[in-house]
């Protein structure tokens, strides 16, 4: 089993800064990519930026500039660095991570979600 663990959500005014952590434990083998969703209120769950193994990431329009992913591959955490916040990025933030894991003796490859923590921006 694969456990992710997020932290670092909270209210914060518009134009302010938020970081986002989200460490991964368990029986991995290996992480092939890892991810930040979000989902306000009324709304359906959106990629907001990823990040592969190799380092390659990719941002939803609405936060290319402003927000920065990152990852510590020895600590299996990935990060989100979210600047110049505005009341639109209100909502939950969920940790994704497409992990290659040890079930007994046999690896399989799994999609693994962390609890949720809230953003709020205020305007």
């Known amino acids: 089993q694969v456990q992710l663990v997020e932290s670092g959500g909270g209210l914060v005014q518009a134009g302010g800064s938020l970081r986002l952590s989200c460490a991964a434990s368990?029986?991995?083998?290996?992480?092939?990519?890892m991810g930040w969703y979000r989902q306000a209120p009324g709304k359906q769950r959106e990629l907001v930026a990823s990040i592969t193994s190799s380092g390659s990431t990719n941002y939803v329009d609405s936060v290319k500039g402003r927000f920065t992913i990152s990852k510590d591959n020895a600590k299996n955490t990935v990060y989100l660095q979210m600047n110049s916040l505005k009341p639109e990025d209100t909502g939950v933030y969920y940790c994704?991570?497409?992990?290659?894991?040890?079930?007994?003796?046999?690896?399989?490859?799994?999609?693994?979600w962390g609890q949720g923590t809230q953003v709020t921006v205020s305007s």
């Open positions: 994704n991570a497409r992990v290659s894991a040890w079930f007994r003796a046999d690896l399989f490859e799994s999609d693994y």
């Open positions: 368990g029986r991995i083998f290996s992480i092939l990519s």
